[in-house]
């Protein structure tokens, strides 16, 4: 089912099998001019931008997934499903919930925690619990390891809301369940993969510290978060 409701090229080889996957569209045209050679754009739909090009001669791709569970699972869901993707990195930002979260600081989620019902009703999945693709994950940090840029191998909190009444309440899921930080689509991506055979793997950023109230502007974290991108872009084909 090419075009898809969301993905409007009619080509799946316009997708490379990798697709790194930042929330924001401009983070995702930032990754493609500033890396990318020989790029082409495959998707402008709603304005969630996908462009593929070539990283050290190899090929692969960059689409933004928007904000939240809903629409990373959509994203991922027709990227995996009828665009033959194999690997979907999500490169997101989050929130750190200790003070050894610091901010600019790497971490790759082995799995991620969650509230969200997602899983249980997109397959029926009862686990609160999801776990990142083990192969890619190994890669990525033998990546990181090459560039000699630090990273932290952390479960992490996916959540549905991003403004909670009682923002304290941090403390508790990370003293309960072992978050180390929050962010909003890990678990939706690490399902879908789950659910239909594929990849998925999630590097992030700290953006701010829920812990020592530290924050990043927006344009920073659009244009600044380097590091997790170079890893993640050692995964081309």
Known sequence: MIPTPHIETKNKDEIAKTVLMPGDPLRAKFIADTFLEDVKQFNSVRNVLGYTGTYKGRRISVMASGMGMPSIGIYSYELYKFYDVENIIRIGSCGGYTPDAKLYDVILAKDAWSESSYAKVQGGYESDI????????????????????????????????????????????????????????????????????KNAACLLTVS??????????????????TNMMKIALEMAE
Request: proline fraction near 1%; glycine fraction near 4%.
């Open 130 to 197: 999801i776990e990142g693709t083990e192969a890619l994950n190994e890669s990525l940090i033998k990546h990181a390891n090459e560039l000699e840029i630090p990273i932290s191998v952390e479960r992490i909190h996916s959540s549905d809301v991003f403004y909670r009444e009682n923002f304290e309440q941090y403390k508790e899921i990370h003293e309960k369940y072992g978050c180390v930080a929050v962010e909003m689509e890990a678990f939706a991506l690490f399902h879908n993969a789950k659910v239909l055979g």
């Open 208 to 225: 701010d510290n829920l812990a020592t109230h530290e924050v990043t502007t927006s344009e920073e974290r659009q244009n600044a978060f």
